[in-house]
């Protein structure tokens, strides 16, 4: 049974969003018209991205093998596999905040150059609070 949404929550811009339980006592934020659809399901949290990043993950079965669906390609209609050479991008370079506006479909290049620019100003990637 998944677990419950929390919120509704107003963000700066004035929009509603909630928030997903994900394991290891993390939240994930989605907007308000990806809520249901969401809460369907149970997320957990994984450390990815070499390490640095934790996002929200699910398993499901497809096509006789167990695959991992991550929310903010689940959030923007884009699942494993669909575009190669296009992702989507965490704005504010948070990857539990799935909202759509914090969300962005780019070309994998695109999605390089963000992210050496990225390191470059000397910014650090933070472990989310437990």
């Not at 049974?1 to 290891?24: A, Q, S, V």
């Not at 450390?47 to 996002?55: A, D, L, P, Q, V």
Request: charged share 35%.
């Amino acid at each position: 049974m998944p677990r419950l949404p929390l919120g509704p929550y107003t963000c700066e811009e004035g929009l509603l969003y909630w928030e997903i339980p994900l394991t290891k006592g993390m939240v994930a934020r989605v907007s308000d018209e990806d809520v249901e659809r969401v809460a369907q399901y149970n997320w957990y949290a994984s450390r990815e991205s070499r390490g640095t990043k934790w996002y929200a993950i699910r398993r499901e079965w497809a096509g006789g093998k167990r695959v991992k669906i991550r929310m903010h390609r689940f959030v923007m209609d884009m699942p494993p596999g669909m575009v190669d050479d296009m992702v989507v991008d965490h704005v504010d370079h948070d990857s539990l905040d799935n909202r759509r506006h914090k969300l962005e479909i780019i070309t994998q290049e695109e999605n390089m150059k963000r992210s050496q620019g990225w390191k470059k100003k000397g910014q650090k990637v933070e472990e989310p609070c437990l």
